[in-house]
């Protein structure tokens, strides 16, 4: 190519550059990234920033690009769903530039859901942030389901301060209501999921009580072996102190087995009504869980009992 052409070339494309608005060139940014999202098959898809990982809900880069505006001379953003894209023109070369793509609630989620030993309070503010994303994301399956399941697991952290109805759904009962309801409209999948959750947060429940009912009465032979040791140095305090500790437990722990059977009942009530409304599902990997579901024993003389409750006839 002679030197003129080259010139001639360049030319027309600053002219073609010129001609294209700030706003074009912003969404061919979110596009190009956009275009690669939608080649993933993860529910995330890790939007790269510079070096930094910026995840972005797969399903949502199948949404349109608007709400494209360039804010000042220098800056721009630009909306896939609630999402928002944040771009500024690069000082060195004049191109625009992703600098961020965030939808807060998502983001304060998925830091949540990412500890790696979560307690109590990450588990609930997982599930709130949920709800928030929810109201941006009201047909997403993924954040549905997942709040849900981390409403169940902070309502297990909760039981135990619960004095009123600690075998009670509580503060998972309305997102578990709400979403089941939506679920049922959409897929048989979608609802098993979320009352696979409700199932598995139920039955963990159920083992945790069997574990205390069979922890009754393991501290009889310390107390035992400490009133002998204090009869032996005639320490008549201790004697007395530790007599009258044991007495009062042993004569408490009929109510207090009876107490986690009664719960551990109404938990078996609660899993088995909601194994009988599983529907059927196609999907491979969610008919497992359905089928181990169902293998539950739900017979009536399976319901726990205390030691002296009579079997059911």
């Given at each position: 190519?002679k030197?003129?052409?080259?010139?001639?070339?360049?030319?027309?494309?600053?002219?073609l550059?010129?001609?294209?608005?700030?706003?074009?060139?912003?969404?061919r940014?979110?596009?190009?990234?956009?275009?690669?999202?939608?080649?993933?098959?993860?529910?995330?898809?890790?939007?790269?920033?510079?070096?930094?990982?910026?995840?972005?809900?797969?399903?949502?880069?199948?949404?349109?690009v608007?709400?494209?505006?360039?804010?000042?001379?220098?800056?721009?953003?630009?909306?896939?769903?609630?999402?928002?894209?944040?771009?500024?023109?690069?000082?060195?070369?004049?191109?625009w530039?992703?600098?961020?793509?965030?939808?807060?609630?998502?983001?304060?989620?998925?830091?949540?859901?990412g500890?790696?030993?979560?307690?109590?309070?990450?588990?609930?503010?997982?599930?709130?942030?949920?709800?928030r994303?929810?109201?941006?994301?009201?047909?997403s399956?993924?954040?549905?389901?997942?709040?849900?399941?981390?409403?169940?697991?902070?309502?297990?952290?909760?039981?135990?301060?619960?004095?009123?109805?600690?075998?009670?759904?509580?503060?998972?009962?309305?997102?578990?209501?709400?979403?089941?309801?939506?679920?049922?409209?959409?897929?048989?999948?979608?609802?098993?999921?979320?009352?696979?959750?409700?199932?598995?947060?139920?039955?963990?429940?159920?083992?945790?009580?069997?574990?205390?009912?069979?922890?009754?009465?393991?501290?009889?032979?310390?107390?035992?072996?400490?009133?002998?040791?204090?009869?032996?140095?005639?320490?008549?305090?201790?004697?007395?102190?530790?007599?009258?500790?044991?007495?009062?437990?042993?004569?408490?722990?009929?109510?207090?087995?009876?107490?986690?059977?009664?719960?551990?009942?109404?938990?078996?009530?609660?899993?088995?009504?909601?194994?009988?409304?599983?529907?059927?599902?196609?999907?491979?990997?969610?008919?497992?869980?359905?089928?181990?579901?169902?293998?539950?024993?739900c017979?009536?003389?399976?319901?726990?009992?205390?030691?002296?409750e009579?079997?059911?006839?």
């Amino acid at each position: 190519m002679k030197p003129w052409m080259t010139t001639t070339a360049l030319i027309a494309l600053v002219g073609l550059t010129a001609c294209t608005s700030p706003e074009d060139k912003i969404k061919r940014v979110v596009e190009g990234q956009l275009a690669k999202c939608k080649a993933s098959t993860d529910t995330f898809y890790d939007v790269m920033i510079g070096d930094e990982k910026s995840p972005i809900l797969r399903e949502v880069c199948d949404l349109p690009v608007d709400n494209i505006k360039q804010t000042d001379p220098f800056h721009g953003v630009a909306k896939t769903g609630p999402y928002d894209w944040i771009l500024s023109v690069d000082a060195e070369n004049g191109v625009w530039v992703l600098n961020q793509v965030d939808y807060e609630p998502m983001t304060e989620a998925l830091g949540a859901l990412g500890m790696a030993d979560p307690d109590e309070a990450s588990m609930t503010k997982a599930a709130d942030a949920l709800g928030r994303a929810q109201e941006g994301l009201p047909d997403s399956e993924w954040v549905r389901v997942t709040r849900v399941e981390q409403a169940m697991q902070a309502r297990d952290r909760q039981r135990g301060k619960d004095k009123v109805d600690p075998s009670g759904l509580g503060s998972a009962q309305a997102p578990y209501e709400e979403n089941l309801a939506w679920a049922k409209s959409k897929s048989p999948e979608t609802q098993a999921k979320m009352q696979l959750a409700l199932i598995g947060a139920y039955k963990k429940y159920s083992t945790k009580l069997q574990d205390a009912y069979d922890g009754l009465g393991s501290q009889d032979s310390y107390y035992e072996a400490s009133i002998s040791a204090a009869q032996k140095e005639k320490d008549t305090k201790t004697v007395e102190s530790y007599t009258a500790e044991l007495a009062k437990m042993q004569a408490e722990r009929p109510a207090e087995q009876k107490m986690l059977m009664d719960r551990k009942g109404l938990a078996f009530d609660l899993i088995c009504k909601t194994i009988s409304e599983l529907p059927a599902v196609s999907d491979a990997e969610v008919a497992k869980s359905v089928e181990a579901a169902k293998a539950t024993n739900c017979s009536p003389d399976a319901r726990p009992k205390s030691e002296e409750e009579p079997a059911v006839p």
